[in-house]
């Protein structure tokens, strides 16, 4: 009489199960993290959060729907085959569950080594043979091979006759996969038999060795297994099942390519379905090669970015579309796949509820693993997430509503800003998205300049007061921390009229004599561009100067009377600096924003020592001391933006009560006549969205 499991060593079990699942699950999560947020450049990443914000639900819900009758019609191939093979079937609801699991662990590690899984969880799991489970798998491979060509061949032809590169590509993919299936099929069905014969003949009836002995044993049973298979007659029912697989596979991910394109690339959604097959074959196809690779992360996208660049699209729009596609692909079968293994385990256990008398249920080794299995996983994840949170927001604020002024605090205005003439230029997202606003002074009547469907920021006033630069995003949002995706764009005040002054560039600064815009470009130049000519010259790039690459200089500021740039350095050397163009570095404290003074005496920067955290000091850039120059009382004491007017008596800024982050925090605008007691600052805007990077013209 065998004895029955106690309920300590199935508890046992099952923690082991769940940590090593859910340890897996950090370390997948984690790497999905780092795809977006460490593996693509600036402007690759802000299209690759775009496309991941916007894709369709229904889209994604069919994906889900198709990858579910896929796993269904595979379930029941695979019931079919170990029926043939000889073996007892192990019912629907098992195989299903084993088919889960299979699809999600066959891209796992590459050449398709996670089919693997299905052989031991069969084989282990539902007393499948070894030779049943191996001579179902080989024949489903050869018949998906084989539903494949038809597929292709329907694509081609439409391909061909309109002309489009996807048709002579189709041709190629097609040849090959003819000649993958014709050899699988000669090395399954004939191949395998004449190899144990010969095998026979070379080692005799009774090899000594054991080894030998025993791969020869099973490649005969192999052998009789596919033979056995082959005498059923039933290669029409597995080409149909075989064709109603690959018809769901490319069904879903079809919807969930439209899903993903449709509001992110239009243009990629619009084309014809035989160039979808051909780019979601040539990322299939790259997945699968023998290059070391996790889920097939990089490989995929490689194929599948490769086909989309030969029907004409630029390389990050494909890789863009394709990575998204992968990522949420791999999210529904991993989720899919993670509920089949769970279910699996249990029925498992069940099966197998009698076993020998209970032994240990877990080796110390084996929890030791598991929980460094655990630690790793969550360790690799809270990384990758602190990194992706140094990016900012995934999405902009809400647009807030406007807060009531009492006549006090009119009253108290008014008395600051006196006869003061000129305007105030910043960026709100009060209307939605972040544009940039002006507010007249005196009066402070408020108008909206600009109206772009795409984020914009950083406005910055021309010594003359006419025209405007700031920052416009090259998608509809992506946080202000990203410096990569935002070109410099130019306005005039009189005209309403703008014209794009510098491509790939961000936080654009005007020089004390108007002539030049000086921008930070790919994260780690900063260029100077002639606003009449439009001719850029590169004044610091860290090329040859022993920094690193990916070294980004924030908010550059430049003197002309001083030939000097004064700029936040992040990266392994944090800090707000000068550069002199000699190549005289000065690097000074470890805050943010610096900026050279309109008369280049001073410079002005933001540092932690304040009521709230931040607080605005001076500099002297000869000696390099510092002093403490604004620290507001009250509620809004956590300053930000600070910027000197050209007359260098008034000073515009940010602050908040709550909160940090430059774009999402409910910052206000605040103006001070310099020399006032802090408290004196006036507050401008009264308003709970976002309000950032002001800059401020006195006449």
């Not at 003061?420 to 998205?433: D, H, M, P």
Request: charged share 20%.
């Amino acid at each position: 009489m065998k004895a029955l499991p106690d309920s300590k060593m199935l508890t046992g079990k099952w923690a082991l199960r769940i940590g090593i699942s859910i340890g897996v699950s950090l370390l997948i999560i984690g790497f999905m993290i780092r795809t977006v947020s460490a593996g693509l450049s600036g402007e690759e990443r802000a299209q690759m959060l775009d496309a991941l914000k916007t894709v369709s639900l229904l889209g994604l819900a069919a994906y889900v729907v198709t990858s579910l009758l896929q796993a269904f019609v595979r379930a029941v191939r695979f019931r079919v085959l170990i029926s043939s093979a000889g073996d007892d079937d192990p019912g629907m609801f098992h195989t299903l569950l084993v088919t889960l699991v299979r699809n999600m662990t066959v891209d796992m590690l590459p050449s398709r080594a996670g089919e693997l899984s299905y052989i031991a969880m069969m084989n282990r799991g539902h007393r499948v043979s070894g030779e049943a489970c191996v001579s179902s798998l080989s024949i489903s491979f050869l018949f998906d091979l084989i539903a494949l060509l038809f597929i292709l061949a329907a694509a081609t032809v439409p391909g061909v006759i309109s002309g489009a590169q996807s048709g002579k590509g189709l041709i190629g993919v097609l040849a090959v996969v003819f000649l993958a299936a014709a050899v699988g099929s000669v090395l399954i069905f004939s191949g395998l038999g004449f190899c144990c014969r010969i095998a026979r003949r070379m080692f005799g009836e009774s090899p000594r060795a054991r080894l030998i002995a025993g791969t020869l044993s099973f490649l005969e049973k192999l052998n009789d297994a596919v033979t056995s298979t082959r005498r059923q007659g039933i290669a029409l029912k597995l080409l149909g099942l075989s064709l109603g697989v690959r018809l769901a596979k490319y069904a879903g991910l079809y919807a969930l390519f439209l899903a993903v394109t449709s509001r992110a690339f239009p243009q990629l959604a619009a084309e014809p379905v035989w160039n979808v097959i051909f780019a979601l074959v040539g990322a299939e196809a790259a997945g699968s090669l023998p290059v070391p690779s996790f889920m097939s992360f990089g490989t995929y996208e490689a194929g599948g970015t490769l086909a989309l660049t030969v029907l004409g699209y630029s390389a990050a729009m494909s890789l863009v579309t394709v990575g998204v596609v992968h990522i949420y692909s791999q999210l529904v079968d991993y989720t899919l796949g993670g509920i089949g293994f769970l279910l699996f385990s249990a029925t498992v256990e069940r099966k197998t509820s009698e076993v020998e008398a209970p032994q240990r249920s877990t080796r110390p080794l084996v929890w030791a693993c598991v929980l460094g299995l655990l630690l790793l996983g969550l360790a690799f994840a809270a990384v990758q997430v602190r990194k992706a949170k140094k990016l900012g927001s995934l999405k902009p604020p809400e647009s807030g509503e406007e807060v009531n002024v009492t006549a006090e605090e009119k009253r108290a205005a008014a008395a600051v800003i006196g006869g003061t003439r000129g305007f105030v230029a910043w960026s709100s997202n009060r209307n939605g998205n972040h544009d940039i606003y002006m507010m007249d002074l005196p009066s402070r009547k408020i108008r909206r300049l600009t109206t772009h469907e795409n984020a914009e920021y950083f406005a910055r006033i021309s010594p003359d007061g006419k025209r405007l630069v700031f920052s416009r995003c090259h998608v509809k949002w992506s946080s202000q921390r990203d410096p990569m995706p935002w070109s410099v764009v130019l306005y005039d005040l009189e005209t309403g009229k703008e014209r794009e002054l510098a491509a790939r560039g961000n936080t654009p600064t005007w020089t004390e004599d108007g002539k030049y815009v000086v921008f930070q470009r790919d994260g780690s130049q900063v260029v100077s561009v002639n606003v009449e000519t439009g001719q850029e010259e590169v004044l610091f790039s860290p090329s040859g100067t022993g920094y690193s690459e990916k070294m980004i200089m924030q908010t550059p500021s430049y003197s002309v009377a001083k030939k000097a740039l004064a700029v936040t350095m992040r990266g392994a050397d944090r800090a707000v600096s000068v550069w002199n163009m000699d190549g005289e570095i000065r690097k000074y404290f470890g805050g943010c924003q610096i900026t050279w003074a309109p008369d280049s005496a001073y410079l002005y920067y933001v540092d932690k020592g304040g009521r709230m955290q931040n607080v605005i000091y001076k500099i002297d850039p000869e000696s390099g001391t510092r002093t403490k120059w604004l620290d507001m009382p009250g509620d809004y004491s956590h300053e930000y933006f600070p910027r000197v007017s050209g007359s260098g008596d008034t000073l515009v800024f940010g602050a908040c009560a709550t909160g940090h982050e430059h774009d999402t925090a409910d910052y206000e605008i605040f103006l001070w006549k310099i020399g006032d007691p802090p408290g004196k600052a006036v507050r401008l805007t009264h308003h709970t969205g976002n309000d950032c990077w002001p800059d401020v013209f006195v006449r």
